[in-house]
């Protein structure tokens, strides 16, 4: 089923008409191969709506209740100095919630990157950031940020 779609075999932007459609129904594939990033992960575009996306884009999360983009978007937020604590609150997520999306980012880091950095404005600093909070993991408040 859906769930077991490799990589470039779906568009993963929830805004094209062609979002999550398996390229083996489709009349006419709107995945094509668009070159590697800098770390050589392969990078795709849809035709359909032009965007590009890399090899993980859209499939660690795939399976995940929790549409993708809130996921990216709460991961962000975190990246920018909020607080899982205040995320929860905010968001409505449980902590626990966010701490698996994190750890299971944390295994992807070099895609994760690449998506946060061009969708959601988030820097390099803010990165390191967020990945040292997973090593923190367990600890809920991070010292250090004033
Ligand atoms: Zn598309």
């Known amino acids: 089923m859906e769930q077991f779609a490799k990589p470039g075999d779906f568009c993963p932007n929830q805004a094209c008409p062609d979002y999550q459609k398996l390229q083996t129904d489709q009349s006419q594939p709107n995945i094509i191969k668009a070159g590697k990033t800098r770390q050589g992960v392969q990078r795709f575009q849809c035709q359909t709506c032009g965007k590009y996306f890399v090899e993980t ?8 209740r929790t549409p993708e983009h809130e996921i990216l978007e709460t991961l962000a937020l975190l990246a920018e100095g909020n607080r899982i604590s205040s995320l929860t609150r905010v968001k409505g997520h449980k902590e626990d919630t966010i701490l698996s999306w994190l750890r299971e980012a944390a295994r992807h880091t070099e895609e ?5 950095m061009k969708d959601y404005q988030i820097k390099r600093g803010q990165l390191d950031g967020l990945w040292a909070y997973v090593g923190n993991k367990g600890e809920k408040k991070p010292s250090g940020n004033a």
Do not use: P, Q
């Open 112 to 116: 994760l990157e690449e998506v946060l």
């Open 57 to 64: 884009s859209g499939t660690i999360f795939y399976r995940k």
